[in-house]
T-cell receptor, first 117, second 116 residues
Framework: GAVVSQHPSWVICKSGTSVKIECRSL??????MFWYRQFPKQSLMLMAT?????????EQGVEKDKFLINHASLTLSTLTVTSAHPEDSSFYIC?????????????FGEGSRLTVL | KNQVEQSPQSLIILEGKNCTLQ??????????LRWYKQDTGRGPVSLTI?????NTKSNGRYTATLDADTKQSSLHITASQLSDSASYIC???????????????FGTGTRLKVLA
């Protein structure tokens, strides 16, 4: 199957700093990538839909100025958590949809655990 | 309203036993249904994907069923192993006909614990 790589796997930062998480589709092109947040023992919560070459679509309640998403190419989307605070600590996961896939198959990254001190 | 409900919320079984997880959905227009396995601290991994016309699909010890009439799916795990301990997530996709784009609706997941 297709591979989606996330980097970094985990990051610890000080409150007030910004953190960038990368999501790459390694062996396929993805016009659409999705970013999720997951709290312990809960399911994934969709944060935003990232479309290559255009602005991301954010879910209700997600601050677009707080979570900056850039999808500059068909294989890379980035999520930047700006001015991070302890409440932003979470597990962030991305997924990508294969271009032209009839079934809209989704492939997930391994996730990035953010801890804000 | 598009919704996906999973049951049970959590489940504990002994190694070697079988179990069945349920997924009920109200998603329209339905495109397909997927079951994912998510190990703690990892991203979800696809187990099966089922379209409207498929009733049963197997992947090793995992067998998924789909009843499109009742809008129910189940994931049956045979001869469970310790490594089956994970969260199992049901994801139903709806297709926006006008744009051809997909909307994915996630279930809340079932947390399975297999004990030795």
């Amino acid at each position: 199957g297709a591979v989606v790589s996330q980097h970094p796997s985990w990051v610890i930062c000080k409150s007030g700093t910004s953190v960038k998480i990368e999501c790459r589709s390694l062996d396929f092109q993805a016009t659409t990538m999705f970013w999720y947040r997951q709290f312990p023992k809960q399911s994934l919560m969709l944060m935003a839909t990232s479309n290559e070459g255009s602005k991301a679509t954010y879910e209700q309640g997600v601050e677009k100025d707080k979570f900056l998403i850039n999808h500059a190419s068909l294989t890379l989307s980035t999520l930047t958590v700006t001015s991070a605070h302890p409440e932003d600590s979470s597990f962030y996961i991305c997924s990508a949809r294969v271009v032209g896939a009839i079934t809209g198959e989704l492939f997930f990254g391994e996730g990035s655990r953010l801890t804000v001190l | 309203k598009n919704q996906v409900e999973q049951s049970p919320q959590s489940l504990i079984i002994l190694e070697g036993k079988n179990c069945t997880l349920q997924c009920n959905y109200t998603v329209s227009p339905f495109s397909n249904l997927r079951w994912y396995k998510q190990d703690t601290g990892r991203g979800p991994v696809s187990l099966t994907i089922m379209t409207f016309s498929e009733n049963t699909k197997s992947n090793g010890r995992y067998t998924a069923t789909l009843d499109a009439d009742t809008k129910q799916s189940s994931l049956h795990i045979t001869a469970s192993q310790l490594s089956d301990s994970a969260s199992y997530i049901c994801v139903v996709s709806a297709i926006r006909v006008a744009s051809g784009t997909y909307k994915y609706i996630f279930g809340t997941g079932t947390r399975l614990k297999v004990l030795a």
